[in-house]
């Protein structure tokens, strides 16, 4: 019998419908069997039994003759009703717990951590800036800037993305934040940062998102004597693999791929972010925008013009890219960072790579194979590229659910903790709105 179930009541306690002419009738003989037990049956009492879940009725009392004994018995029938009832009353609300939200678990979990003061989720409701108190500056780039706060209600801490409404309007990047927040709020990958929420003012866009507190790969790699080994690279080259599967899972094209845009968390583990150049292909499956970091693009990118466009898969070159330079510290077509955009072009379009005589030979392949100029011989699915002798004995279950110890992990020594970043001058948030603001394109933000 499951937990809160009862029993079916005995064949002589149940009526008997005769349905003659339709009617209810009840069997005589079977009530009259009924009225003798009635005392047996107030006399029962139930009892939960705390390890099985179970309500068990406790032996029937012998009846009550006098009218004392009889109070006793609608007592006892009393606290049996009454039993029951608190019964139910605590399944339902242990229903109402569990189902209630996935946030209520993750904060759960938050709570009990080391690090529970970073947001794992959060509530926000009505957002407005009001409701954080703002940080330090752990990021700026030319839309804006990226702030550590704490949301005041539960004092745990975020990055909150602040986008200038002004550069977005003059450079018609209204579609790359509308992209950015919808493929956000889409993913559901442990090696994405979460998104919470977005809210606006005059001056800005706000994304209040998850905080790495580990801060850039990029910085990790160039601390390390500028490359990883061969395990820490393949440690990190399979997250960032699921990251961009799950991304491409959602119809996009992520092309930005590079050691800045994958941030650490406080666990050591990858968090893809920046999807402002995140895209879907038109209806012939293609992209035309010139977008990304020329050391990372491909072939078919730089020369879109000519090709017509070009496909998501170009996100698993930049992912061969990324891998060549945990190993060496340097892109491959690159020779040194003064280069400009035309010689990286140049030596993209031929796509011959050089590899040093300690670069893992398996990787080799796999870089050589994710790199062919020729797009109809090139690797070009996560699928395909997992299958790679390089990755052969990866638990993939295991590197999705974070099992795999991670090669290093940040030591954070207190609430707020940002030393993982650099140091940047506080926001100018003193100027005044310009005028020549189109707010109909942050409508819904």
Not at 32 to 46: I, L, M, N, P, Y
Not at 154 to 173: F, S
Not at 242 to 266: C, F, T, W
Not at 324 to 333: A, Q, R
Request: hydrophobic letters at 35%; one cysteine or more; glycine letters at 8%.
């Amino acid at each position: 019998m499951g937990c809160g179930a009862s029993a079916p009541p005995p064949e002589k306690y149940r009526f008997h419908y005769t349905g003659d002419a339709g009617h209810e009738e009840f069997d005589e003989k079977r009530k009259a069997e009924t009225d003798a037990s009635a005392a047996q049956v107030s006399g029962r009492k139930d009892s939960f039994k705390a390890g099985d879940g179970k309500i068990h009725a406790a032996e029937p009392e012998a009846p009550a003759s006098t009218p004392a004994s009889v109070g006793a018995a609608a007592s006892k029938m009393k606290r049996k009703v009454s039993a029951k009832d608190r019964f139910k009353n605590a399944k339902n609300a242990t229903k109402t717990a569990s189902a209630f939200s996935a946030a209520g678990k993750q904060r759960s979990k938050r709570n009990k951590g080391p690090h529970g003061w970073i947001a794992k989720d959060m509530l926000l409701g009505k957002a407005s800036l009001d409701k954080f108190e703002p940080k330090r500056v752990i990021g700026t780039g030319l839309m804006g800037t990226v702030q550590l706060a704490m949301f005041k209600k539960d004092e745990t801490w975020c990055a909150i993305k602040m986008i200038k409404k002004d550069y977005v309007c003059r450079h018609n990047d209204g579609r790359h934040i509308k992209a950015e927040r919808a493929l956000l709020n889409a993913c559901d990958s442990p090696f994405i940062v979460n998104l919470f929420g977005t809210f606006q003012d005059k001056k800005f866009v706000y994304f209040v998102m998850e905080y790495a507190a580990g801060g850039e790969l990029f910085s990790r790699l160039h601390n390390t004597k500028g490359i990883f080994g061969c395990n820490t690279s393949k440690f990190y080259l399979c997250e960032i693999l699921l990251a961009i599967e799950h991304v491409q899972s959602h119809g996009y094209a992520y092309r930005d791929l590079k050691p800045e845009n994958i941030m650490l968390d406080e666990e050591g583990h990858c968090k893809l972010i920046d999807f402002g150049f995140a895209a879907r292909p038109d209806k012939d499956g293609l992209l035309h925008t010139n977008v990304g970091t020329p050391a990372y693009l491909s072939p078919e990118q730089l020369n879109h013009k000519k090709t017509g466009g070009y496909k998501p898969y170009v996100d698993y070159w930049s992912f061969a890219i990324l891998m060549y330079e945990f190993m060496t510290g340097v892109t491959p077509f690159c020779k040194n960072f003064k280069d400009s955009s035309y010689e990286i072009y140049t030596r993209v379009i031929t796509g011959k790579i050089k590899f040093p005589s300690h670069f893992d030979p398996l990787g080799r392949e796999l870089v050589t194979a994710l790199t062919n100029v020729d797009v109809d011989k090139r690797l070009k699915d996560a699928k395909s590229v997992k299958a790679h002798s390089y990755f052969e004995g990866v638990d993939w279950a295991r590197v999705e659910n974070r099992e795999l110890a991670p090669p290093h992990v940040p030591k954070l020594k207190e609430k707020g903790d940002c030393h993982y970043f650099e140091q940047y001058g506080p926001v100018n948030d003193s100027e005044k709105a310009p005028d020549k603001i189109d707010h109909s394109v942050f409508a819904g933000f």
